[in-house]
């Protein structure tokens, strides 16, 4: 007869989770102590795909280097090319046409709202909820569909030059997209109808993974999780770019800094996106959408059949690049994770002799650890949501 | 602004201080880092945007920009805004680190946001941050040799093969594209002229 236990005792344990884990939102690994079901420590390993974006960069033209800005961030890529394409511009000297401006803003914010739809869709998963899923995909795939019209990708738009825009929108974009906004509004309404408030995704996120604003601060966390502990820090109003000191639109806070905070404060982005769209397609006005200066900016396509001159330009242009006049720049930006910049260093020549990417992701996962302590193992799988990292954003 | 303090308090110790792009870099002795990097902080510079490690072997000295040593680390740092008194200031210290002993302090203590990318530096450009509370690689593979941001490292590429033997060699190539050698066109990278339309 086995003689009972004077006490109870649990063993601690090490867990490993992932890299290939349908809840860590690509490839992260992440080895976990736990105590029964508590989580005493959580240690994120990544890199697992790291491609060296940052070498090869080196070793392409600054407009080559556009085809690999979107491929760090998949699904707001329209940020990764807008923030590469901030820091050289300054580095050269280039005024975008305010056309060019607006349509920055108005396709940014778009694909901000896509990636807000991949994040409430994968994040309720994570909780259990496999309906929003659904539909937040459908809306998610006529963004992607307008995004394919205008710039020919879903996904790597490389719509962004430096000194502007690839080509004008068609002539019938800007009516789709109000369509699009129109039925929008109360899409987000039903979403919100579809978990806020559930019991169940009350259990779940209510205080769990609670980050006050110091530690918050302390560790680096920025976007929408910051926003969440209630600082209220937008790049879009701290250091406006494109012109967003002149858009109306307000910056969703939470109160607590808990998984619910996290999730909802993403909802209500989404719906400020939308505002914004809606003003910037009011701006919309006929006008240039390139930077004229010949020493950067391509030519106009129509030009290439008729001008021997735009023919050499070009040809040069995306051959051998441009010359950018020694200096580092570097321009924040918020990307649907937090901010984003490129800090770019030139050395006289076509090629970049430095570029750095200051990725949201990887900044915000430091605050896993602080953030998933003493909870259970099940909700480690909603913070980690929660937080809304995108691996190729953390490993570039 | 806590920029402007920034600034004056670096022309009191007597550091160097350029401004260029609307950046204010301040250079920071490599034994006094850290207790510059304090005084910041107590100056309000309350977060720590980013560690950024650059390799500068190879960089032009016409351009204006001297750099004493082979490797630089520049710290961004914020006043964050929205956050207690913060103004939204933002210097851009930086610390040069030789070759032959690539070593500097931590800044992890004042900011615990420092901790994965000074690993990131460390893993891609080998200095050593010392009192890191966790120094290991963080992209690499931990059983990787070399680090890979370092200029002299090589890019692992090959070149194209054409009939005859003949081929492009890419680092060749882009010799041409840095402005400095004659490449492959002979073009040496210069500002074009042509009417602006």
Redesign the interface.
């Known amino acids: 007869m086995i003689p009972e236990p004077k006490e109870l005792r649990t063993e601690e344990m090490l867990l490993n989770m992932g890299p290939q884990h349908p809840s860590t939102h690509g490839v992260l690994r992440l080895v976990v102590r736990l105590a029964g079901e508590e989580v005493l420590d959580v240690v994120p390993h990544?890199?697992y795909l790291?491609t060296?974006f940052?070498?090869t960069m080196e070793?392409r033209?600054f407009h080559q280097n556009l085809t690999y800005t979107p491929r760090m961030d998949y699904l707001h890529s329209f940020a990764h090319d807008l923030a590469y394409a901030l820091s050289v511009e300054?580095?050269v000297g280039a005024e975008v046409p305010e056309r060019a401006r607006v349509i920055r803003v108005m396709l940014n914010e778009l694909s901000r709202i896509a990636s807000h739809l991949i994040f409430v869709a994968t994040g309720l998963l994570d909780l259990g909820a496999m309906t929003p899923y659904f539909y937040a995909f459908r809306e998610r795939e006529t963004i992607l569909d307008l995004f394919e019209w205008v710039t020919g990708q879903r996904f790597h738009h490389n719509y962004i030059r430096i000194g502007g825009l690839k080509e004008d929108l068609p002539e019938e974009f800007p009516g789709e997209l109000k369509k699009f906004l129109d039925t929008f509004d109360h899409r987000v309404d039903d979403y919100q109808g579809l978990f806020v408030g559930s019991p169940i995704f009350e259990g779940r996120a209510r205080n769990v993974g609670v980050i006050p604003?110091e530690v918050a601060?302390?560790?680096?966390l920025t976007g929408g999780s910051l926003r969440a502990s209630g600082?209220?820090?937008?790049v879009r109003k701290?250091?406006p770019y494109c012109g967003y000191e002149t858009y109306d639109f307000e910056v969703p806070l939470g109160e607590r800094g808990d998984t619910w905070d996290r999730m909802v404060v993403r909802l209500e982005e989404m719906r400020q996106s939308a505002r914004i769209i809606r003003q910037a397609l009011e701006r919309l006005e006929p006008g240039p959408i390139r930077d004229?200066?010949?020493?950067f900016s391509f030519?106009?396509k129509e030009l290439l059949s008729s001008s021997m001159?735009a023919v050499i330009?070009h040809f040069?242009l995306a051959t051998?690049?441009?010359?950018v006049p020694?200096?580092?720049?570097?321009v924040?930006t918020e990307s649907a994770r937090g901010?984003l910049?490129y800090?770019v260093?030139a050395?006289?020549?076509?090629?970049p002799?430095?570029v750095?990417v200051?990725t949201p992701s990887?900044?915000n996962?430091?605050s896993l650890p602080e953030a998933a302590r003493g909870h259970f193992f099940q909700d480690l799988v909603a913070i980690l949501a929660s937080f809304d990292p995108v691996l190729g954003d953390v490993?570039? | 602004m806590r920029r402007d303090e920034a600034r004056a308090y670096a022309l009191e110790k007597g550091l160097a201080v350029r401004e260029a792009h609307d950046l204010l870099h301040i250079v920071l002795p490599l034994d006094g880092l850290k207790a510059h990097m304090a005084a910041f902080k107590a100056m309000g510079f309350n977060y720590l945007a980013d560690v950024i490690g650059i390799d500068y072997q190879g960089y032009p000295e016409e351009t204006g920009w001297e750099h004493p040593e082979r490797f630089a680390v520049v710290y961004e740092l914020v006043s964050l805004p929205g956050y207690a008194d913060g103004d939204g200031s933002r210097i851009y210290p930086r610390v040069y680190v030789p070759e032959k002993r690539p070593e500097l302090d931590t800044v992890t203590d004042l900011w615990p946001s420092a901790n994965f990318p000074e690993r990131e530096v460390y893993d891609l450009f080998g200095l050593v941050f010392r009192g890191h509370p966790d120094l290991r690689r963080i992209l690499m593979p931990e059983d990787f040799e070399g680090h890979p941001l370092r200029k002299d490292f090589p890019l692992g590429e090959t070149p194209t093969l054409f009939n005859e033997g003949r081929y492009i060699d890419p680092e060749a190539f882009r010799a041409g594209l840095r402005g400095r050698e004659k490449g492959l066109t002979g073009w040496r990278g210069g500002r074009r002229k042509g009417e602006r339309r």
């Open positions: 990544i890199g790291h060296g940052e070498k070793n033209t300054k580095l604003p601060i302390a560790y680096g600082v209220n820090y937008d701290a250091y004229p200066n010949p020493h030519p106009p001159e330009f040069k051998e690049g441009f010359e020694p200096g580092e720049a570097y924040p901010e910049g800090y260093v050395d006289g020549g076509s090629l002799f430095r750095k200051r990887f900044f996962l430091q490993d570039r």
